[in-house]
């Protein structure tokens, strides 16, 4: 079993979006194991977008994330990092096919509707930083 890391992010929000997308990770057979709303303080984004922080987009990054409450779920099931990838299709809404998540509801690049983890150590990583002990139950 694996776990992983989804922001719904505030394009998710404002669209009504969460059920929606939360939907197809349960019919995957995905179980939620951690879920809290927040609004993303600058330095919880400066952290989680670490690689690039420095670059001439972050100040936009920052702006959108913390644009309004977001939903942070752990989520557990088995390949899951993989299968969350390929049901959300590519970074680039514009880009992702019909059917996926970002292809059915995301805009753009950032306007993506979900971030998930890239990996099973990034998750674990993610999941430390967003949720203290306690808040993950399996």
Known sequence: ???TFIIFKPD???KRLVGAVL???EAAGF???GCKMARLTPALLREHYAHVAGKPFYPEIEAFMSSRPVIMMALRGDNIVQTVRDLLGPTD???AAQGTIRGDFGTEMMKNVVHASDSVENGRIEIARFFQAGEIFV
Do not use: A, L, Q
Request: glycine share 0%; aromatic share 6%.
């Open 12 to 14: 998710c929000m404002e």
């Open 31 to 33: 179980e939620v194991i």
């Open 93 to 95: 809404s514009r880009k």
């Open 1 to 3: 079993m694996e776990n």
């Open 23 to 25: 939907s197809r990770f």
